[in-house]
């Protein structure tokens, strides 16, 4: 399956040159660091983001090989792009009848992903916009989730999460 408005030329890189072969099936990257995201990512292409709520999710599809990639990027909190590799017809479903995946429909479940890395960021500023608009996207998400489940996911005291939200 081709890449709609993508044509192999001479800026489109060889399968020789993607990492889709030596990556997990849900691998996780760090953005930043020593550069593994710029490596991943440079044979991709965005070919579908998921947009409305979900504004972490969309497709990438490998120029080199094809492979077809479900990405959340979580850019606030744990700084990780949680990868799932998805065959053409799950893209199909995708692009076709808005059909995701489940597993990184909501930011809470992103977020228990970062945690799962046991790589937490410290935020020097307590009521960092970062945490204020995740804390408030949490609870417009789940209108239930209790203030310990916030903190939880963001690595933070039950007081500060109370701060945040009030």
Same mark, same amino acid.
């Given at each position: 399956?081709?890449?709609?408005? $993508?044509?192999?030329?001479? #800026?489109?890189?060889?399968?020789?040159?993607?990492? *889709?072969? @030596?990556?997990?099936? %849900?691998?996780? &990257?760090?953005?930043?660091?020593?550069?593994?995201?710029?490596?991943?990512?440079?044979?991709?292409?965005?070919? $579908?983001?998921?947009?409305? #709520?979900?504004?972490?999710?969309?497709?990438?599809? *490998?120029? @080199?090989?094809?492979? %077809?990639?479900? &990405?959340?990027?979580?850019?606030?909190?744990?700084?990780?792009?949680?990868?799932?590799?998805?065959?053409?017809?799950?893209?199909?479903?995708?692009?076709?009848?808005?059909?995701?995946?489940?597993?990184?429909?909501?930011?809470?479940?992103?977020?228990?992903?970062?945690k799962a890395t046991g790589d937490v960021w410290a935020f020097l500023e307590p009521r960092s916009p970062a945490l204020v608009t995740t804390a408030e996207d949490l609870r417009r998400e789940r209108p239930d989730i209790l203030v310990e489940?916030?903190?939880?996911?963001?690595?933070?005291?039950?007081?500060?999460?109370?701060?945040?939200?009030?």
């Open positions: 399956m081709g890449v709609e408005g $993508v044509s192999a030329d001479k #800026d489109t890189p060889s399968a020789g040159e993607c990492c *889709c072969k @030596a990556l997990a099936d %849900n691998p996780v &990257i760090p953005m930043g660091g020593i550069g593994l995201d710029e490596l991943v990512f440079a044979s991709f292409r965005q070919t $579908v983001r998921h947009g409305c #709520d979900q504004w972490w999710l969309y497709v990438s599809t *490998c120029l @080199a090989c094809r492979q %077809n990639w479900m &990405i959340a990027q979580d850019d606030r909190i744990y700084d990780n792009y949680y990868l799932r590799r998805i065959s053409p017809a799950q893209l199909q479903e995708i692009e076709d009848f808005g059909l995701w995946p489940d597993e990184f429909l909501t930011y809470e479940q992103v977020l228990k992903l970062g489940e916030i903190a939880a996911l963001l690595s933070i005291t039950v007081q500060q999460a109370v701060g945040l939200l009030g």
